[in-house]
């Protein structure tokens, strides 16, 4: 459950980073560009996008990258990295009635032994 709760909270840094690009943005330039996903993985690594798409083309289907991939992509950035993040920290929740982890495998609480034995 750790691990969901660190990748919401990435998730929501990386909302709140791409707010700020796309602000500092507005402030050079004079618009407001929404950045979607697709622009976002364009602006970070641009071939391997185009390695992406062709692969997918070659070996899955026309089909997969024009009705899931391509919409995928257009969907705005921030509300995407949001919900995504809320959920996973959501889903990563600690309840209350029971302990926390240990760091990797997790720990049992230990009975405390009474007397001197």
Not at 80 to 90: E, N
């Amino acid at each position: 459950m750790v691990v969901f709760r660190a990748l919401g909270w990435l998730l929501l840094a990386l909302a709140v980073a791409v707010v700020v690009h796309d602000l500092l943005t507005w402030w050079s330039e004079g618009r407001y560009p929404f950045s979607t996903l697709g622009s976002l993985w364009a602006h970070l690594d641009p071939t391997s996008l185009g390695n992406t798409q062709t692969s997918a083309r070659r070996n899955l289907s026309g089909i997969l990258w024009t009705w899931l991939m391509r919409p995928l992509l257009t969907v705005p950035a921030v509300p995407a990295f949001v919900v995504l993040g809320l959920a996973l920290v959501w889903i990563g929740r600690r309840d209350g009635s029971r302990p926390d982890a240990g760091f990797l495998a997790g720990s049992r609480p230990r009975k405390r032994r009474r007397g001197l034995s």
